[in-house]
């Protein structure tokens, strides 16, 4: 399959965007990469109408070396995320290592706490798109933003643009 090896996290925090998480979750893994979500702690963390989702590792327990993308959904759930500082180092460094990190909805938040935006382009949900600005990206309304190997998408609606040019990404050997 096109993702066959490839290996994705996807995070997980209470108050999650439903779509935003399950989409990316089996859209790449029926392309073949091997998926698991990753939360804070190992545990049940809830979606914003109470939908379970079981959080198969901890962060921390997350190396960069072992992972080829991150993805961070919205919803509510970003805010959660970025207030703890494990979540927003293996961002960083996924970030810095050259891996993928893509971003949807409220899902830059992450990414503005771990200090990855300024000079890039992104885009996000239209709530936030101040918050995109003032850590110093270069904000575009478009379903999809796609910098290097940063990933960006406003909402559930972008989701097939979102997750074809994840696999894109991953498909590559090098970025630019």
């Not at 109408?49 to 759930?77: H, T």
């Not at 949807?104 to 938040?109: A, E, Q, T």
């Not at 960006?152 to 997750?163: E, H, I």
Request: overall charge positive; proline content about 6%; aromatic content about 10%.
């Amino acid at each position: 399959m096109a993702l066959s090896g490839k290996k994705v996290v996807v995070l997980v925090e209470d108050s999650y965007q439903e779509l935003e998480v399950w989409y990316p979750y089996y859209c790449l893994r029926q392309l073949g990469a091997k998926t698991v979500l990753a939360g804070p702690e190992k545990r049940e963390y809830r979606s914003k109408y109470g939908y379970p989702a079981q959080a198969e590792l901890p962060v921390k327990q997350l190396s960069p070396k072992d992972w080829d993308c991150v993805v961070i959904p919205g919803g509510y759930a970003p805010d959660r995320l970025r207030r703890h500082s494990e979540v927003n180092q293996f961002v960083k460094k996924m970030f810095e290592a050259g891996k993928v990190v893509a971003a949807i909805c409220h899902g830059p938040w992450v990414a503005i706490s771990a200090g990855i935006l300024r000079g890039r382009k992104c885009t996000c949900y239209y709530a936030i798109k101040d918050d995109v600005i003032n850590a110093g990206a270069k904000y575009s309304d478009a379903e999809v933003v796609v910098d290097g190997k940063l990933i960006s998408s406003r909402n559930p609606g972008d989701l097939p643009a979102f997750c074809r040019e994840i696999a894109k990404a991953l498909n590559k050997k090098q970025f630019a």
